[in-house]
């Protein structure tokens, strides 16, 4: 299913994930600094990690993001990202978690990096989410885990208020209304083919 949203309300959504993406970078500074954790030089790049994103403002965000890039790059990133799901697909045929590197990683880096979405901002750290009356527990990625194994003490970081104004966010992008949004599940390169929650802008 598309859908469309209006340019005005897309403008003034877009700047408060800017700073709400800004707040998660704050979060993740400190959580990552109280664990000890840097992602220089990591040899575990987990931008191959297969996973989704679930909101049509990151996606949005992302199409901004992508929009802002010189034409060939983007044609390369669209480039890798149709062969990304060629080879996913081929994976899930057999059974197996795709590992494929992100269509937008240039030689370990992210080359979106000012556009990435929540998931790639706070991955690594030791984080907890309140869902309803229960607490989901996440260890952080193996290198912090190695760190907190190793005796390294981690507090870990609550993303329960960054992903509620995520959720507000959404539902404000959605706007009046009836009904609720349609829900996003797709991988980065599912997006970037897909152009956006409206479709193709060609
Ligand atoms: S988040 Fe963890 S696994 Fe990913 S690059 Fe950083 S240290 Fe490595
Ligand atoms: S968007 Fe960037 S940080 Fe996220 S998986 Fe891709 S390359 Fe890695």
Redesign the pocket.
């Known amino acids: 299913m598309t859908v469309s949203f209006p340019a005005s309300r897309t403008r003034a959504v877009l700047k408060k994930l800017t700073a709400l993406y800004a707040d998660m970078d704050a979060a993740y500074t400190a959580a990552a600094a109280a664990a000890g954790l840097s992602c220089a030089g990591c040899a575990e790049n987990?931008?191959t990690?297969f996973f989704q994103h679930h909101t049509n403002v990151e996606w949005l965000y992302l199409r901004e993001g992508l929009a802002k890039l010189p034409p060939e790059r983007r044609q390369t990133y669209e480039d890798r990202a149709r062969d990304y799901l060629a080879q996913a697909r081929q994976a899930l045929s057999r059974g197996e978690t795709p590992q494929v590197m992100?269509p937008?990683?240039d030689d370990g880096l992210?080359?979106?990096?000012g556009h990435?979405?929540m998931?790639?901002r706070l991955h690594g750290v030791p984080n907890v989410l309140l869902a309803g009356m229960n607490i989901r527990e996440f260890p952080g990625c193996g290198p912090c885990q190695r760190l907190t194994a190793a005796g390294k003490e981690a507090k870990a970081m609550d993303r329960t208020p960054l992903l509620r104004r995520l959720a507000a966010l959404e539902m404000e992008l959605w706007g009046s209304k009836p009904g609720r949004p349609p829900k996003v599940d797709l991988t980065?390169a599912e997006m970037i083919v897909a152009g956006g929650p409206g479709g193709r802008e060609e």
């Not at 992210?110 to 990096?113: D, I, K, P, Q």
């Open positions: 987990c931008c990690s992100c937008v990683n992210c080359g979106l990096y990435r979405l998931i790639c980065l």
